[in-house]
C-alpha cells in the first residue's frame, strides 16, 4: 500500500486527500482479487478502511480519469526521446440484467456475433521504444435510440440505372460525419487537448472499422494521419497515367489494386 500511494502522490494536485487514499485502496483491491471485479468483492479485499459504504462513495466522486491517466503517464513513464501514437478500439464486456445505464446487443469480435453487454470507446499512447500501451480514455459507448433511426427518410428507387440527372461531383474530403465518428472525434480532441505540448502525436491507428473515406476525413480533422486496414468491400485504383484517347471523359482510375 505504501509503494501505492507513492506511486499517486502526483495526482494530489488534481483531487482531494480522501478520494485519494480510496483511490489507493481500491487499487490495491484490484490488484489482488481475482475473477470478475465488482463493488463488493472490492470492499471485501480491500481491508481496513474499505468498506462496501466507502466503495460506493469513491465510484459516486466525479472524476477527471483523462486527465489521471495522463498524469501517471507523464510523471512516471513519458521518455523526451520517444515516439508515441494514439490508438484506439471498441471494448465489449458481456452484461445481463435489463437495468444497466447503456445496455444493449453490441458485435463482438471474440464471439463473432452481437452479445449482450456494454461498450466502450478506449484510446490509448502507445510507446514505440517500449513496445506497450497505455490506455488513457475509456469512455461508454451508446447507441442511438430507435425513433431518431426512424425519423431518417428512406431511399427511393428512382425506376432508373446509372447516374441521377443533375448530379454533381462532390469533394470526398467534405463529408457529413456519422454520430459514431464525431462521438470518437470529441475524444480524440480531447485527448489532443490534454496532452498539449508534451509531444507531438501524428498517426492515429484504428481496426478495419475506420477503413473508409470518411473516417480518413474525420482524422485528418483533427491534424493526424490514419493508419487503418481495409475494409473486406473496399476498392483501390492506381491513378490513370496513359494517354488520353480522343473522346469522352479523362480516365481517373487505371489498374485495379491486388
Not at 489532443?192 to 476525413?217: P, R
Request: with cysteine; proline share 5%.
Amino acid at each position: 500500500m505504501p509503494d501505492i500511494m507513492v506511486l499517486l502522490a502526483c495526482l494530489s494536485q488534481c483531487i482531494e486527500p480522501t478520494t485519494l487514499r480510496q483511490l489507493g485502496r481500491v487499487i490495491e483491491a484490484m490488484l489482488s482479487m481475482s475473477g470478475r471485479v465488482t463493488m463488493r468483492g472490492l470492499s471485501r479485499w480491500s481491508g481496513k478502511g474499505g468498506s462496501y459504504r466507502t466503495i460506493q462513495r469513491f465510484f459516486n466522486t466525479s472524476l477527471h480519469w483523462c486527465q489521471l491517466n495522463w498524469l501517471l503517464l507523464r510523471h512516471h513513464v513519458w521518455d523526451a526521446d520517444d515516439v508515441v501514437l494514439m490508438s484506439g478500439d471498441h471494448v465489449v464486456v458481456t452484461k445481463a440484467g435489463k437495468m444497466t445505464y447503456g445496455l444493449d446487443r453490441f458485435f463482438s469480435s471474440l464471439y463473432g456475433k452481437a452479445v449482450p453487454g456494454l461498450c466502450f470507446l478506449s484510446l490509448s499512447l502507445l510507446s514505440v521504444k517500449r513496445r506497450t500501451s497505455y490506455p488513457v480514455v475509456t469512455e461508454q459507448v451508446e447507441k442511438p435510440c430507435e425513433t431518431a433511426a426512424q425519423v431518417q427518410p428512406t431511399k427511393k428507387s428512382r425506376g432508373q440505372r446509372g447516374r441521377p440527372p443533375g448530379s454533381k461531383n462532390r469533394n470526398r474530403r467534405e463529408v457529413e460525419l456519422s454520430p459514431s465518428l464525431r462521438f470518437i472525434q470529441e475524444h480524440i480532441k480531447s485527448l489532443l487537448q490534454q496532452i498539449g505540448d508534451a509531444f507531438k502525436v501524428v498517426y492515429f491507428i484504428f481496426d478495419g472499422e475506420l477503413g473508409h473515406n470518411d473516417a480518413l476525413q474525420m482524422v485528418r480533422q483533427v491534424g493526424l494521419h490514419l493508419v487503418s486496414k481495409l475494409r473486406y468491400n473496399s476498392a483501390r485504383y492506381f491513378p490513370y497515367a496513359g494517354p488520353y484517347c480522343g473522346r469522352g471523359p479523362r480516365r481517373k482510375y487505371g489498374k485495379k489494386l491486388d
